[in-house]
């Protein structure tokens, strides 16, 4: 079945970049997300990747796809304590002919001044 | 556009008591889901529509039912709460799950139950 994991902890200090890991099992999937949750909050989406695509940029955030590992990557520059959050990582794949969004553990980023 | 709506933000309810979870939006969205968050577990499918008129199951689907009369509303139903139910619920939506449009989803500001 499908199933996607993560790391559940993450420490890094202000200023350092943090990259976030994800492996993914379906290979139908044919986008991977990144949603993130701050405290109390629902899931907002950071950024997302098509499968077609091996990085994508978006200002501090850079995405990494390996599709042959299956592994996917969030890394963000110049971390700030604003981003302290859960990270989760989403692939959106094909069940008898539906699509479905099967999200990881999330792992929680801890920023440190 | 209000987005996705629940209610309530909270519900304490003692084992064996019924009730229903609202969910709404605005956005004429075709696609709606339910998920359930426990920690360490990450998000977990209960049910989903397509559409109004059409629902099926999640991964985590015993012990909820669910309607979609309208493409607006879509509540979540705990026939017998049991503690193993205590959770947060998030209810999303996207505009349709069909094709290669990224189709990101819009989530609400979560349900927090607790089943004593």
């Known amino acids: 079945g499908e199933d996607v994991e993560q790391s559940l902890f993450l420490s890094v200090r202000e200023g350092d970049s943090s990259v976030i890991n994800c492996t993914y099992t379906?290979?139908?999937?044919?986008?991977l997300y990144w949603y993130k949750q701050e405290p109390g909050a629902g899931l907002q989406l950071l950024t997302y990747?098509?499968?077609?695509?091996d990085m994508k940029q978006d200002q501090r955030l850079t995405v990494l796809l390996n599709k042959k590992d299956k592994h996917l990557s969030l890394r963000i520059a110049d971390t700030q304590t604003g981003d302290s959050a859960i990270y989760f990582c989403?692939?959106?794949?094909?069940?008898?002919?539906?699509?479905?969004?099967?999200f990881g553990t999330g792992t929680r980023l801890k920023v440190l001044a | 556009n209000a987005g996705v709506t629940q209610t309530p933000k909270f519900q304490v309810l003692k084992t064996g008591q019924s009730m229903t979870l609202q969910c709404a939006q605005d956005?004429?969205?075709?696609?709606m889901s339910w998920y359930r968050q426990d920690p360490g577990m990450g998000l977990r499918l209960i049910h989903y529509?397509?559409?109004?008129?059409?629902?099926d199951q999640g991964e985590v689907p015993n012990g909820y039912n669910v309607s979609r009369s309208t493409t607006e509303d879509f509540p979540l139903r705990l026939l017998s709460a049991a503690p193993s139910q205590t959770s947060v619920y998030f209810c999303?939506?996207?505009?349709?799950?069909?094709?290669?449009?990224?189709?990101?989803?819009?989530f609400g500001p979560g349900t927090r139950l607790t089943v004593l």
């Open positions: 990747i098509f499968s077609n695509m």
């Open positions: 999303a939506s996207s505009l349709t799950q069909r094709g290669t449009f990224y189709n990101e989803q819009f």
């Open positions: 989403a692939e959106r794949a094909i069940t008898s002919g539906t699509y479905k969004y099967i």
């Open positions: 956005m004429n969205h075709e696609y």
């Open positions: 379906d290979s139908s999937s044919t986008y």
């Open positions: 529509s397509v559409g109004a008129g059409i629902t």
